[in-house]
Each structure stands twice: as C-alpha cells, then as structure tokens.
C-alpha cells in the first residue's frame, strides 16, 4: 500500500482547516480528514468521486482535477491540496457533461458505472491536453491508474474516442427485443449523478465499523469494550450477546455466524467480533483498535486434503465434519473396462486458483428505522444480489416479523457472485434496530477482501480416453475444492463443477465425484463461472491432449464428439433443440481458427457450455408487476433482480416497452421487498431469462386489464422441470432447463506466446440487446484471461490469512494489457425460454482459459496444468 501523509491537527498558522477552490467555488474544510477524497465525500457532499480502495490509490474511482491535472484524491493530503483549484464531475461544463454522457451511453462504455466517473475525469484531462490527436491505443497508458471489473475497457476506450473526436450521438433506451439501445440510468451512471449506498446520506446517520478476528481458528475468551466504548464519538460496542434473535444466517445451511461470542470459535479471517457504532466513520473506525479481545489460538485447517482425515479437527464451530457435500454420479459401463479399450488414454492432474472477485464498490448497507411500538419498522437499503433472502434473514436476526423489514435494492458498483452472501447488512441492522437511528456500514477494501466468499481453487484429476479416430470413450473425474469455513453456495459450486466436468461432449462412460471441504481459510462461493469454468479448463485441456495424440487439430477433436440435440449428455440428461447452439459456435468459429493456424500463429480453442437458472431439481419462481401510475403518468416495472452493471433493468425496461408499446422514457425499474417477486439470488446468468418471462407475463396481465391504472398487474415465471443430480430414480435427468455455449479462439505470437487477440463466439439463444451482450462477453474475456494467466489471491498456510491486500497485488489486467477482443454472437434459440434467451454472464470466461493454455502450448511446447499460468515462470 502507497502511504500519504498523515492528517494534520494543526496548519503551519496554527488553525484546524484547509481551504482550497472546489469547481470554481473557495471552500474550506476542516483538517481531521485523512485525504482530500474523505473531504469531498464527508464533508462536502461531493460524490461523485467514489471511494474503491482508500487511501491505497489504486483503483482510480476518486480521480479528480488538481490544478488541472488528474489525480486520485485519496492519494492527497489537505495540506498538499491548500489553495488548490479542485474540479470534480460536478464541476465539469455541462456542454462537456453531455459529451461524456452521451458517448458512453451510445457505445456501452459502462455496465455497473462505479469506476466511470473517475474513468471521465482522467479522460477529460488528456482531451484537454491533446483534443482530437487522443487515440484509444494513445488513452490505454493512461487508464493504468484505473480498474474497470465489468467492461474489459473496449467500449470505454470507444466513448472516450468520440468525444476526442468530437463525435455526437443521440442515445436512446430501446422499445423491441433485440434492439442495441443505451443502457438504463447510463448518463447518470457516467456522471455520478446516480447515488451508491455509501453516497446516501439522511439526517441522524451514524456510522458502524467491524471488528475483526486476528486468529482463522480461535476461542473467543473474553470481548473488553470500556476503552472503544469510553472513545469521543463513539455511541455503542455491540457484540453477539446484542443479537436478539439468530445468531447465524446462510444462503443454504444457516451456518456464518453475524459475530463470534465469547465462548464462541472463530473460523476463518473474515469472522467479526463486534460492531463499533459512531457519529462519524473516522471515530467508528478508531474506535474498532481499543476493542480488547482475548483468544485461546488454534491451528487452522488451511489444507483442503488434510481437513478430509479422520482425525482433522473440525474446521468451524457448530459443525459435525469438515466434509461439506459429495456431488457424484456413474453413468454407461464401467470406466476402468473402457479405458482399457481406449486407443489412448489421458491422466492429468490439474489445479485452480483462488480468486478475490475485485468489485469496484466495497460492501455498504444503510439501515433507516422508523416508528414506534407495534408500528416499528426498518428499511434497508442492500447492494445484495438477493434482496428478499436480506429481508429474512436480517428479519430472523432481530427476531422480528419479515413485514416489519423492507430492504431495497440500491444497485451495485459490480459483484460478479461476491455479492449473494450477506456481509455487513445484519451489522447496520442490528445497530440500526437497537439504537433507534440511521446507521450505515461501509467496508474498507481489507475488510471486503477478508469478509466475502472467493471463486474456489479446485484440485480435479481426469481420466480420459478416445478411440483410435478421437472419438471419446470414458471419463473419470475425481474433484476436491477448497470451500473455506462457512457453506455459502460451496456445495452448488462444487455440484456444478461435476455436472460440467464432462464438457460439451457425447461420451460412453462416466464416473464423477467431486467434494467440497470445510477449512478455515476464506469462504468461497458464488463467482461468475460456478464451478464450470474450473471443471472446463481441465476438461478442455484433456480434449487438446487426446487430440494430440489421435493427430487431429483442436477444432476437428471438437467438432467429433460436440453434443447434439437429442444426445445424453454428461449426468444423463437428453439434451433439447437449444443444444444445437455448441456445434453453432464451433463451426462459427472455424474460419477464424484455420486463417490464424495459415498465418503461423499459435492457437488455442476453447469451447465451453454454462447452465442459465439453479436447476438440479428447483423450484425457481420469478414475479413481476407492472403499475401504471395516473399521478405522474409514469410506469412502474418491478422485479426480482440485482442490477450489478449486467444490465437486468435494462432487459426488464426493453420487454415492458416492446410489450406494451411504450415509450422506455416512461419506464421506472424498481426491485425492493414490498411485493413477493424475488426467490433466491441474482445468480446462474437466470437474471434475463427469468426477468424477461416474468415482465413479459406482467404485461400481459396489464394489457387483459387494460393497462388499469394504480394496480399491480402481476405476471410469474417459473423453471419446475428439472432434476437432481445424481438421482438413482432418473435415468434420464433434466439437471438444467437451459445451457448456454461458447466458443473462444487466444491467438498468440508464436515466438513469446503472448496474447495478441480473443475471438469470443456466444450462442445466448436470444440478443436482448446485442450492445450489452457484447460488453458483458468482453468484461468476461478480461475476466478469463487474468484468470489463466495473473490473477491469484492466495493465503498464508500457516494462518488463513490472505497475503495479497491491495487490488494491484490481485494480477488483475489493466488497459494496455488487454488484447484485442472480437465477439461474435449466435443466436440459436432455446426452447421453453421467453424469447428464446439463453443467458451470458457466466458462460463468457468458460472457454477463456483452456484456450489460453492451449495457445502458449503451441508457442512454447509446454502443457500448464495450475492456474494462473505466467508463462516463463
């Protein structure tokens, strides 16, 4: 971490404050803040620069003017800034405002919007500096001090060409399916306009803090307050002995634990101790270091492997085992017979990584009680990707009835997965309901890395064979992953990495068995991927190896053994028309493949396919409601979906116009707990499919009631066809209604093995908005590829602690580092979808590392079996 200087007490004239010009206005501030963006943010009310990983710098969110040049504001002191002319967003003429608006609305140069603003400022201040001569390629040098998680910076770096250009559009929301308009709330979204959790302020706020455990596997002796409690500013310490109701909530075994008690056992680095509550962040803050806790200390179990044995302590308090789920299935004749019968044969072992998700906007809640006695209620306002499991659980947490909380979504700054977990919404809660005033809690980025679920590093071991002409035989998998302390979604992880393990392909026998373990290093849960991409990246290698050996290309290995309609695929499933779409993708992309291979490059191709929806046997229900309000004319659309920057309230805003043949200017998305529209999580790239079916039967209803006004016009969809993996009463189980697949081609300087350009070819069976598609596949090949070769988020094996703590340790690519992308959508509809849709959120990294392996493979002759690769290593 970059240090600044300390706050001062006192100027060099011997007062308490700092006054420079702020967008043309002198301004004076006082000087206890830590930085000039703390200033801005706290003090001023301006924020638009936003706050991704203070005072580290390293994220760009809350660049600024200083004097004409763009800086991160939480990199300046007060005193450096004195008498300095400061401009920030809210500053910038309103003639160039609309530029930037306008530019990154018509070219997608956003998705979730929390790092644009501090993306535009940066920009401003090379155009200003070189007008039109500013290029994308002369821009990537200059984007080195920002991170963008959602958008793989090819539409970014599109927008800031046209306003150097001086180009003009005119964005405009889309009213049909398949229509390329602007993204829902985009100018406000580019501008900072539109508020963030941490941006909301109300009269009375007070701030809470979290103190976390310093020991993975520790008995909780004793919790001293007095000194935290005795601090200026400081209102209440709360420990787990305040919770009136559940200690412990969870996604799908309620077993995290919102604090460890004394007597209590923590279980892994993220484990909170207490909440420190303050009439400001800074006191709160301070506060949290004078909470004196005693601990008996324990090893941790930090081995995935060695948390199996008999006689492994148990990893997390309250558990009976450290075995968290088997997912397993046999299907066909007996693999050992098979592969004795194989032409060839393929053992490999390989491993991935664990990975921090990175989003730009750390976890916030703010929590605002109102009334009295029986009339006592709570709103909450949640970044959560499941608004309504918030509700229950912060509902069973205070021991009251659900209607008494309604949380609201505030969309958020990127989750990618990171996001189902509740992290600080029962700690704003419970201080919230117990002190009878607003309370907001905002994680630092430390906090964030410790405190959410990671993708999981998995060990699978393969077994594979083919006949002589590369037909494939048999296949058997044997799978463990690392699912840290609490279950979050491990379990579904780990049950979709065995559902995926087989691939796209047809084989003839199959043995799969994968394990999810309970340890005390960092949960981990849902990441875009679900245990797919893990699962893909050794399957697909395993196809390139038995290629190599039949003596056939990567692309013909495929296009033999590709699933088709009507064909078992891997649990036993009989795969519908949808399915099509795989060998779509793979002869979609052929051309590209053998003009590359004729160019002398190295190549690798990845092919991949991702379910949409839970399945394995859920129930999954989505509501709707659409609401023509007579006050002001407008149209509510409510539904039950996190927008993270996927662009789910844009789909929802395109089916009610097209549905209704309105225009999508008088459309307002709403998503809060007041109706009974959302059942689980924003997860399994379900969000379009679902939304549209559900908005779509909404509209329906409007239009047999004549678009009634001041009612809700309600509409459902529901998936209830599926079946559970590895049940011995289906022979042929459906285990999801819905895959979606894709296509990927890394081509590589043949000499260095660099990445010179992906060729992304996605079947997602219906563009909604094609614009958006291609965005979410580019983000997702930026994604993939610091997945195969940088990105790694490892911790200490004697601790469980993680050991890189700042974003720029992650690995994750900036600007210059991303080649180019080309994306290619197919469109090969699926049947029983509204639509047609498929999904594309998490299909969009699956084929992206296997196809890298296989790219430095032809460049360097070496097979790489661990994630991340760093070629040369």
């Known amino acids: 971490m970059t240090a600044i200087e300390e706050p001062a007490t006192d100027a060099a004239d011997g007062s308490n404050s700092t006054s420079f010009v702020l967008n043309g206005q002198p301004v004076t501030v006082g000087r206890r803040h830590p930085h000039l963006l703390a200033a801005l943010r706290e003090e001023l009310d301006v924020t638009s620069p936003k706050d991704g990983c203070s005072p580290s ?5 809350c660049t600024v003017l200083i004097d004409g040049k763009a800086v991160v504001s939480c990199q300046q002191s007060l005193d450096k800034v004195a008498g300095s ?24 140069g956003l998705q979730c919007g929390f790092c644009i603003p501090g993306i535009v400022m940066r920009a401003k201040a090379q155009i200003d500096k070189k007008g039109d001569a500013l290029t994308r390629d002369g821009m990537k040098p200059h984007l080195g001090a920002h991170l963008c998680r959602c958008t793989g910076y090819v539409k970014i770096l599109d927008a800031i060409e046209m306003v150097a250009r001086g180009e003009t559009s005119a964005p405009a929301l889309s009213a049909e399916i398949g229509g390329g308009g602007a993204k829902y709330e985009a100018a406000p979204l580019t ?27 520790a008995d909780i002796t004793s919790i001293d307050a ?25 996604l799908i075994h309620k077993d995290w634990p919102v604090m460890i008690p004394v007597g209590g056992t923590t279980s892994c680095p993220g484990d909170v101790l207490a909440v420190v509550v303050a009439e400001s962040r800074d006191a709160a803050r301070a506060a949290v270091g004078l909470v004196d806790v005693g601990y008996d200390v324990h090893t941790p179990n930090t081995d995935p492997v060695a948390a199996l044995a008999d006689d492994a302590p148990l990893s997390v308090w309250g558990t009976d085992g450290n075995t968290l789920s088997v997912s397993a299935y046999q299907r066909g004749d007996d693999v050992d017979d098979v592969l004795a019968a194989s032409a060839f044969i393929v053992r490999e072992t390989f491993q991935t990584q664990r990975i921090e998700h990175a989003f730009l906007e750390p976890e916030s809640t703010l929590a605002v009680p109102s009334g009295d006695g029986d009339a006592r209620a709570m709103h909450v306002y949640s970044g959560g990707q499941g608004v309504w499991d918030d509700r229950n659980d912060i509902a069973a947490i205070l021991d009251v009835d659900r209607d008494r909380i ?3 979504l505030v969309s958020n700054g990127g989750a990618f997965g990171g996001k189902e977990d509740m992290s600080n919404q029962p700690h704003a809660a419970l201080a919230a309901w117990l002190l009878g005033r607003p309370v907001k809690c905002t994680l630092s980025r430390e906090e964030s890395f410790r405190m959410h679920a990671k993708r999981h590093p998995i060990r699978l071991t ?3 064979g083919c006949d002589a002409d590369g037909n494939l035989t048999a296949l058997r998998v044997r799978g463990i992953g690392d699912s840290g302390a609490y279950a979050s979604v491990g379990m579904k992880v780990l049950e979709r990495a065995a559902g995926h393990a087989c691939g796209p392909y047809r084989w003839q026998a199959l043995d799969v068995e994968t394990i999810a373990v309970r340890t005390n290093n960092l949960v981990c849960g849902a990441f ?9 990246f050794a399957m697909e290698g395993v196809i390139d190896r038995l290629a190599e050996q039949v003596g056939i290309s990567g692309w013909e290995m495929r296009k033999r053994n590709v699933i088709r309609p009507g064909e078992v695929w891997g649990p036993g499933q009989i795969m519908d028309d949808g399915t099509a779409g795989a060998e779509a993708v793979l002869d979609e992309i052929r051309g590209a493949y053998d003009a590359a291979r004729a160019d002398g490059k190295a190549v690798g191709l990845g092919l991949g396919l991702k379910n949409s929806g839970l399945g394995n046997g859920f129930r999954e229900v989505c509501g709707a409601v659409v609401r023509f309000r007579s006050a002001d004319d407008r149209i509510e659309v409510r539904h039950g979906w996190t927008e993270m920057g996927q662009g789910v309230h844009t789909v929802a805003l395109q089916v009610a116009a097209a ?3 309105v225009d999508p200017d008088r459309i307002d998305v709403i998503v809060d707990t007041t109706r009974e529209l959302g059942f689980g999580q924003t997860t399994g790239s379900r969000g379009t499919l679902m939304a549209a079916g559900s908005v779509q039967a909404a509209c329906a209803a409007a239009l047999a009631a004549d678009c009634a006004p001041d009612v809700d016009h309600t509409g459902e969809y529901v998936v209830d066809w599926t079946d559970k993996l590895g049940d011995p009463n289906v022979t042929n189980p459906t285990i999801h209604s819905c895959f979606s697949y894709a296509a990927q081609l890394a081509i590589a300087d043949p000499d260095t093995g660099a990445i010179e350009k992906i060729v992304a070819v996605h079947d997602v069976g219906k563009a909604v908005n094609p614009m958006l598609v291609e965005g979410q596949v580019e983000g997702s090949v930026h994604m993939g590829l610091g997945y195969a070769l940088t990105e790694e988020f490892p911790t200490d094996p004697e601790t469980g602690f993680p050991t890189n703590m700042t974003l720029r340790s992650l690995g994750i690519l900036r600007a210059k580092d991303i080649p180019e992308i080309e994306v290619r959508i197919v469109e090969v509809p699926q049947p029983r979808s509204p639509y047609g849709i498929k999904g594309v959120g998490e299909i969009g990294l699956v084929p992206t590392a296997p196809a890298v392996a296989a790219a430095v493979r032809a460049a360097t002759g070496e097979w790489h079996t661990t994630l991340p690769m760093r070629p040369g290593d």
């Open 406 to 408: 309604t949380v609201e």
């Open 659 to 661: 549905e209704l043949g």
């Open 462 to 464: 393969y077994e594979a």
């Open 57 to 61: 710098g390293q994220c760009g969110c």
């Open 191 to 217: 501008l900072g306009d539109r508020d963030y959790i941490d941006d909301l302020r109300v009269p009375g706020m007070l701030h809470a803090a979290l103190c976390l455990t310093e020991h993975a596997r």
């Open 528 to 536: 875009r991927g679900f245990g797919a991409n893990q699962a893909q």
């Open 226 to 250: 007095a000194a935290a409690e005795a601090t200026d500013g400081v209102v209440a310490v709360l420990t787990a002995a305040d919770i009136p109701g559940e200690l412990r909530h969870g």
């Open 85 to 108: 002319e400061i401009v920030t967003l809210e500053g910038v003429d309103e003639g160039e405002r609309q530029a930037f608006a306008d530019a990154f609305a018509a070219c997608g």
